[in-house]
């Protein structure tokens, strides 16, 4: 009896010293189900707001490309939906993504033809903005939430549960899956701006929970999906086949592990492009569309290296395309090559994290063609790594979110961005969030075990005067930017300001993440270190 009253205060005991214990008592699902109904209620109040080129003809904005690629999928045969014709005007949001999405829009074309065929219909339906077909429109983006991006999460989060990565209390995995749907990044690009970033994310969490729980083969299927919805989650390639390789260079036969994993990946994208497989031009006609080169090497005041250095080096000027398509990709090469390498020798399942965050960050600052929307990409595998880099995640988030105002002020998304915002504050400081804040030990990113290189790096972010300091330029310039108007002679000094500020903070943090990631090598048990898989 004295037993069973000690475990009982203890369990007491507990639920006093964690104040979210009735939300995890009853395990992982029904704590994921509860908060995901509260993220799918944000989503839902965010997609109030206005969306990308809202009632701004004649060519509107991304809202409108999404609707116009339904329009022509639900009424074009295949061969002609990446063919410049008489009714399919490329120069109007011709298809530009891989043919999964195109499939997505098909579906989604379905859905609106259904309830709104007005919406969809060939030519009429341009700029087509009624209530109706708004409301349908959004809930497609919802729906690929509910379908795909959540029950990755799930998928995520229980395979990580398992393999114990520092989740001390269920407190901990509360807080984690909450920082994961309440990205409010990715809810203000995809439910805000308009877009389907959750389709081919959620798709890549599947892939990394499949790849981290050794289902390679299934985990090469999902990420070969993933990139054949938006090529963009090339920015993950490297990890993966660094970290898929060196797994398969343990076992006992690699050669026929990689020939497994190889013929899985030319399957899946046979599958995939079977309709554009027929002939060589159909092909040729998909591929020349995935890389607009013409539209140049950056867009807009991104906080890459090309557009931060274009104030001092004028890339488009002084170099051709083909010159800055040779740079870009011999850059992004260099910087993303040293986490491939390091999974390949010592592959291990958070040193796979940190390679999709150091790769995404390498294409992210030194690819072609990058958009604001584009550190959606370097956020994900930072999101997963949340209880290891929970004071990153804060700052990180920061200065993503800051990065993309100028665009989202120019959607008339300011009131979201500034509700999400300090929703994210809110949750990030929950009582007993990661349990190193709750309980006053130190936080997960355990940087005393690390090199001094990562101690200096470390000591300059999040330095209180350095967080200060900058936190206090970012609050300025939002004001700045909302109530004053730039120089005639320097119209676009402020959105330059603040590309120059979230740029210097990538590139710290690019340095940060690759010095732990290799430092993760040094600490890898012997047994580790021999261990054949098998």
Known sequence: ???????????????????????????????????????????????????????????????????????????????????????????????????????????????????????????????????LGKLLMRW????????IFFPAVLYFVLVYRSMR??????????????????????????????????????LTIAAIAAALSQKDLVASVLYCLALNHKQMSAYFAPAFFGYLLGKCLRKKNPLLEVTKLGLMVIGTFAVVWWPYLQSKDAALAVLSRLAPFERGIYEDYVANFWCTSSVLVKWKKLYSTQSLRIFS?????????????????????????????????????????????SILLPLLPLTLLALEESRS????????????????????????????????????????GPSGRCHGTKTLDNTQKTKRSVDFITSITFHPLVMGFLGLCSLILHVIYLTMHPPNKYPFLFEAVIMLICFSQFVLFTFYFNSKQWMLSKHLTSKDKQKKLI
């Not at 994961?180 to 701006?193: A, K």
């Not at 877009?195 to 994310?201: K, P, W």
């Not at 040293?338 to 600052?365: C, D, E, R």
């Open 1 to 131: 009896m004295k037993k069973v009253k000690k475990v009982k205060d203890k369990v007491n005991d507990g639920q006093d010293d964690d104040p979210w214990w009735w939300l995890v008592q009853e395990g992982i699902r029904p704590s994921f189900l509860c908060i995901s109904l509260f993220a799918l209620l944000v989503r839902v109040a965010v997609g109030l707001h206005p969306y990308s080129g809202a009632r701004t003809p004649p060519k509107f904005g991304d809202y409108e490309a999404q609707r116009h690629w339904m329009e022509i999928t639900l009424n074009l045969p295949p061969k002609d939906w990446y063919r410049n014709s008489s009714v399919n005007d490329l120069s109007y949001w011709g298809l530009d993504y891989p043919p999964l999405t195109a499939y997505q829009s098909y579906v989604h074309g379905v859905f609106l033809k259904t309830f709104d065929p007005d919406s969809v219909a060939l030519f009429t339906s341009r700029g087509y903005e009624s209530y």
């Open 140 to 147: 497609t983006v919802l729906s690929s939430d509910v379908l």
């Open 165 to 202: 990565f520092g989740m001390g209390q269920n407190s901990d995995v509360a807080w984690h899956i909450a920082m994961i749907l309440l990205n409010p990044c990715l809810i203000l690009i995809d439910h805000g701006h308009f877009q389907y970033n959750c389709i081919s994310l959620g």
């Open 329 to 373: 990709l011999a850059a992004t090469l260099i910087t993303c090559l040293p986490s491939m390498v390091q999974q390949i020798l010592a592959p291990s399942s958070k040193g796979f994290l940190y390679a999709l965050l150091n790769t995404s960050f390498s294409f992210y600052l030194f690819s072609f063609q990058v958009h604001e929307k």
């Open 393 to 432: 995640i804060l700052w990180l988030t920061h200065f993503a979110m800051f990065s993309m105002f100028p665009l989202l002020h120019r959607d008339k998304l300011v009131l979201a961005y500034m509700a999400l915002y300090a929703l994210f504050i809110l949750v990030y400081f929950a009582p007993c």
